[in-house]
Every structure is written in structure tokens, then in C-alpha cells.
């Protein structure tokens, strides 16, 4: 279309254009100033458009580009920049239009379409799941033809009007001269490669924040809208390589062990089971050069079975809660990646569908809202029958800002007292959360001595009274399941360390405010482990459970509740008698063999870790072809074949 304006155009005035309306100007300097100012435009426009199709609406555009607290103009910068690198590369003015500007406006089509049927915009790694939208195709061609058919013919043009396009600019652009391109690379690139180092969202960059550009990865939706989509996908991007391990294919799959795993046995009286995911909790009395005045958490520490490594610290709960529900690992998965948001697009076995195949009523609970890391989807892909949040609950008690553990406990408990059939609930908290203002609550009740500063102090009171009451919580739950006449299990963990900042410097804990990712086991331990209470009305507390990565909880928690699996208790049984922590840099034995960055090889994985990947990789991003075999009673679940 352009080229067929500009062929329209006098040749006089398509030359001007073509030079970025600088072309009659004597100075280099004036018609460069001029070129860079014809790009920042186009740019400018190319946003807006991106911004117009992406959404479906003009409405939120005018401010997305003139806040000062959002990054509109930041992308306009951007991609400008880009584009003056480009030209530089091709040679020729404003060529790159022809290559940027299709490569956002198509993507921005297909969220707008994702978005009108499913609700969340388009993620690069949605690619990964092209042989499901190809299986789907012939479906929608059936239902609408003629849809079908008038999209195609769009695409056929639209890719013919690019191509056109681009030779009309290649024959008809002016070139830019050698010095010129030689200007525009020593400009563009420092500035390309720091933008791409800001894309880090895992990491803190002053950069950034005065930039404006918030990462919102909890909330794609919210990160789309704010961040626009240009950049909004662009942190999603490193999340997309999920390439299949070396050497995985059908005859690997096939020959992973699957007998002598145990059968699908279980116990004649199936226990309750309660999972409780305690946001942010931890051990504050770890902190040696402080003493407390009482034990904040003398509950958890009677009934304390070992502890949980989480591969997170001070926030990601989804990743922490993506292991103990599958079993699977994200040590298998890229750095900075959030299965949640990004992986989860289909049904994926879960302890939720296992317990759901022997007759369990499966339900999951949070006092806040559904959309909060995707759960309101993830759920039902994991077989939840039912997600209770602050917006399906009784209104809950606020303790500060949050819910209380307290009602949560007693909603839990209420729910309990109402079901006949044996029950799995999945609940994760949410008064611990972060930031821990001080005087959040009326009253501390533990007194903290130590040398730190005062603002510190304060922040670790609010954090210790959460603690306590966290744990008040617990003991509340154990009195309820011990007056039941059903065997009830109880399983609580921390998610992560919590967000103290500066209180773990100035105790002498920590040399930053974020645990590292790499240093001695007994660093990292230090800095991830969270206490894990594993708990019955009958058989008491199960000891000696050690220092375990999420995805061994459910290994831990069905053989405590007398069940065996192919999967849950047989192949991650053969995992945990050999390994305690499977993390992305850690890899770290029973026998106390520590194998840091143990992924950087991996034709030297032990061929059992090896196998763990095949199969979470073909569950996830294959075929399924292991489906049947390790997951059995999903799969029935899946063609409807079990009761809901």
C-alpha cells in the first residue's frame, strides 16, 4: 500500500519522502536531523498502531504514550532507534519500517484475537504450542469457512503488499552514505544493547525504574496494558526457548522404568488432606545475633519435618506452588520463566487430578483475587473442581491489608465439617506477604533485642508477629483434625524467605538484600530453606524428611498418606532416594555430593535426571507419550471417564 501511494506521488515529492523529507537539503547535518525525526514519527506511529490493534481500542492509547509514569514514549525511543540501527545495516533509509513494523503489527493481530477467545494477550511462547492450534484448524475452518477463508486471503495479500513494498523502497530509497551508517551503528547499538539488558525483569535495574518500566510478570494482563505490548512481550521472550533435552525422543521415553513403581493402591481409609502453602514463612529466630522473647513459631517446631529448599526468595510463589502440585521441576525449565503464565496451556497432571481419580473432591483456596499469576486457569488445567477466592469466599478478617491465616484456617475448617467424600485442599496464604510495614498491627507480642537500626527492628516485628500468628493458625487446624474421626494430613511449608531488604544485612544473615544463586550448599540453604510440617490426627508427625525441593513434597506426602503411583511415589521415589534438591544450580545427592550448575553439561547427567527431564518435557511440550504409563488415572480423567 505504501509503495503504491508513493508510485502515485510526483517523482519530485516520492523523493522527498523516500529521503525521510530531507533529501533537497544541502547540510548532512540537516537532512540526517531530519531522517532521525522522520523515524522517531514513524515510530511513533507504529506504536500507536500496535497499541490500537493490540487491544482493540484507541481508549487507553493517548495515555499509555503521554504518562509519565508509564514507558509509552520509552517505546517510541526504542523502537526509533532500532529502526536508524536497521537502516544502517540495510543501507538504506527507513527500509527497516518494512521488516519492524509487520514483525509487531502481526503479533499485535493475533493478542487481539487471543485475547477475544481466551482472555490473555499472545506470549512468545505460545509458539511452543503451534502443533495444538495447527490440530485445531481444521475444526475452525468447519465452523466458520468463511472467516477462514476471508483471513487467509488477508494474510496472502498482506505478506505480497511487504514483499512489493520492499522491493519498491530497495530500488527507490536513497542510500545512506558510508559515514552515515558508520554514525547510526556507534549510536544504535551501546543504546540497543543497554535497552536489552533491561530485560532482565529478574533483576533490580535503577535503569529501568526511572524509565518507568514496572515488569508486572503476576499479572500478564496488567503487564500488557501498562507496559504496552511491544515491551510487555519483549520480557517474555527468554521464556520461549524450551528446547527438547539432547537425545529425548520415542525410544527414550519408552525405556524409562515404569514397573516396580507400585501400583494404584491406596490406603482402605482414605485420609483428608490439607496443603497449606504459608506465604513468605520462615524462621526469623535463624537470625543468631538477634534474640527473640518468645518462640514465634512453637507449633510448627513440635511438628517440623524437615524443610522445603524453595528456588525462589522474597516473591515468585507461583514457581514454588508449580513443584509441590506437579511434582515436576523448574530446573528443567529456562531462568526467569513462570510455568503459570507461560507453560501451562492445556491439562497437566497434578496431585489435584490424582487425588481426584480415587474419588477425592479436589479444591484449591486463596483469599485474594483468581487472576492473580493465572490461577483461575491454571487450576482447571491442573483438575482443581473448585477455586475458592476473597471474591467466591465469606469476606475474610484483614490483618493489616491482607486476610488473615486465621479465617482462612476457619473457612478450611468450615469447608472441611461439610463434605462427606475424602477431601484435597490446596490453600495458600496470604498475611504474610510482603512489605512488612512496621505498626501494621496494633500490638507486637515479640520483643526483639539485638544491634540493628530501629526502622529495621520494626520491620522484623511486623514480620515475627506474622510468624506467630501464622503458627497460632496451624495449631487451630491440628486441634480441628485431631477431634475428626478420619485420618487428616496436614502439610504446611514457606514459600520463600520473605522480602526483609535490609534487615538481613544489618542482623549479619546475608551480605545483600536477595539471596544468591550460587554459593556453597550450606549458603544456599541458608538463604532458601523454609521449615515443612508434615502432620496426622493418627499418625503424628513424619520425621526425618531433610532438606527437599518442592517437587518432592508430593512423594513425601502420599507415601506418608499410604499411596503408590507411578509417578508421585515411584519415579520421584527413585528420585528422592538418590537426591534432596533439584535446582537450577544446585544438584545436591543424599550422600552429600553437591553438583553446582550441573545443567551446564548435561551429556554427564545421571541418566535418572536425565530421564526426569524427558519426561516433565514431554508432559508439558510433547506428545504426552508417557501420559499412560506414569499418569494413568489422568488420563481417564481427561476423556471423562472418572466421576468429577
Known amino acids: 500500500m505504501i509503495a503504491l501511494i508513493m ?49 482493540g481500542t484507541l481508549t487507553d492509547v493517548g495515555e499509555f504514550l503521554t504518562s509519565t509514569v508509564r514507558p509509552g514514549m520509552t517505546t517510541v525511543a526504542m523502537l526509533a532507534i532500532v529502526m536508524l540501527t536497521l537502516d544502517a545495516v540495510f543501507g538504506r533509509r527507513h527500509q527497516s519500517a518494512f521488516v519492524l513494523i509487520p514483525l509487531f503489527l502481526v503479533p499485535a493481530f493475533v493478542s487481539n484475537q487471543k485475547q477475544h477467545f481466551l482472555s490473555d494477550p499472545f506470549y512468545p511462547s505460545d509458539i511452543l504450542f503451534t502443533r495444538q492450534i495447527m490440530e485445531l484448524l481444521p475444526v475452525m475452518v468447519r465452523d466458520r469457512p468463511l472467516t477462514a477463508a476471508t483471513l487467509l486471503v488477508g494474510i496472502v495479500l498482506f505478506a505480497s503488499g511487504i514483499v512489493f513494498a520492499w522491493r519498491y523502497a530497495w530500488q527507490n530509497f536513497p542510500k545512506l552514505s558510508r559515514q552515515a551508517r558508520l554514525r547510526h551503528l556507534c549510536l544504535g547499538l551501546p543504546v540497543i544493547a543497554a535497552f536489552a539488558s533491561l530485560m532482565d525483569y529478574s533483576q533490580y535495574s535503577y535503569v529501568r ?4 518500566v514496572v515488569p508486572m510478570m503476576w499479572d500478564q494482563k496488567e503487564n500488557y496494558r501498562s507496559n504496552g505490548f511491544i515491551l510487555a512481550f519483549l520480557f517474555n521472550i527468554p521464556m520461549a526457548d524450551v528446547a527438547a533435552p539432547a537425545g529425548l525422543n520415542a525410544d527414550a521415553l519408552d525405556a524409562i522404568p515404569s514397573r516396580n513403581y507400585g501400583y494404584l493402591t491406596g490406603p482402605k481409609e482414605k485420609p483428608d488432606i490439607i496443603m497449606l502453602m504459608s506465604e513468605s514463612f520462615w524462621d526469623p529466630t535463624r537470625l543468631k545475633n538477634l534474640s527473640f522473647s518468645a518462640d514465634p513459631m512453637p507449633n510448627v517446631r513440635a511438628a517440623q519435618s524437615g524443610y522445603v529448599f524453595s528456588p525462589e526468595f522474597g516473591g515468585m510463589t507461583a514457581n514454588v506452588e508449580f513443584e509441590a502440585l506437579t511434582g515436576f521441576s523448574n530446573a528443567f525449565l529456562p531462568y526467569g520463566s513462570i510455568p503459570y503464565q507461560q507453560y501451562v496451556r492445556s491439562d497437566v497432571p497434578s496431585l489435584a487430578t490424582f487425588f481426584r481419580g480415587e474419588g477425592y473432591i479436589a479444591r484449591a483456596l486463596h483469599p485474594f ?13 491442573f483438575g482443581f473442581e473448585e477455586f475458592r477466592t476473597e471474591e467466591t469466599m465469606p469476606p475474610m478478617e484483614k490483618r493489616g491489608i491482607f486476610a488473615s491465616d486465621d479465617s482462612l484456617t476457619k473457612e478450611i475448617m468450615r469447608e472441611g ?24 498491627y496494633a500490638r507486637n507480642t ?20 506474622g510468624v506467630k500468628e501464622a503458627d497460632d493458625s496451624l495449631k487451630m487446624l491440628m486441634n480441628w483434625a485431631s477431634k475428626r474421626e478420619r485420618e487428616t494430613i496436614i502439610v504446611l511449608w514457606g514459600d520463600h524467605l520473605p522480602p526483609l531488604g535490609n534487615v538481613y544485612m544489618s542482623a549479619g544473615y546475608m551480605a545483600d538484600q536477595v539471596a544468591t544463586r550460587r554459593a556453597p550448599l550450606d549458603v544456599m540453604k541458608r538463604e532458601h530453606e523454609t521449615p515443612l510440617v508434615i502432620w496426622s490426627n493418627k499418625k503424628g508427625v513424619k520425621q526425618n524428611v531433610g532438606t527437599i525441593s518442592p517437587s518432592l513434597i508430593s512423594y513425601n506426602l502420599l507415601k506418608f498418606a499410604g499411596f503408590e503411583h507411578p509417578f508421585y511415589t515411584g519415579f520421584l521415589g527413585r528420585v528422592q532416594k538418590k537426591y534432596d534438591i533439584i535446582d537450577r544450580y544446585q544438584l545436591a545427592a543424599r550422600n552429600k555430593n553437591v553438583t553446582p550448575d550441573w545443567l551446564r553439561d548435561r551429556k554427564k547427567l545421571d541418566p535418572l535426571v536425565r530421564d526426569y527431564g524427558y519426561l516433565q518435557h514431554d508432559i508439558m511440550f510433547g506428545k504426552a507419550r508417557t501420559l499412560e504409563r506414569f499418569f494413568p488415572k489422568h488420563d481417564l480423567l481427561a476423556e471423562g471417564h472418572l466421576s468429577h
Open 417 to 440: 465439617d461439610g463434605l462427606d467424600k475424602p477431601f484435597f485442599f490446596f490453600a495458600v496464604t496470604l498475611q504474610g506477604h510482603g512489605p512488612y510495614e512496621p505498626y501494621r
Open 369 to 381: 483475587s483468581g487472576w492473580f499469576w493465572n490461577r483461575n486457569q491454571v487450576y482447571k488445567d
Open 446 to 465: 515479640i520483643g526483639i533485642r539485638g544491634n540493628i537500626p530501629e526502622a529495621d527492628r520494626a520491620t522484623l516485628a511486623t514480620y515475627a508477629q
Open 7 to 55: 508510485k502515485s506521488l510526483p517523482s519530485s515529492k516520492a523523493a522527498l519522502l523516500s529521503a525521510g523529507f530531507g533529501s533537497s537539503l544541502k547540510s548532512p547535518a540537516a537532512r540526517a536531523a531530519i531522517g532521525i525525526l522522520f523515524s522517531f514519527s514513524l515510530a511513533f506511529l507504529s506504536v500507536v498502531a500496535v497499541e490500537w490493534i493490540a487491544r
Open 209 to 212: 525504574d526511572r524509565l518507568q
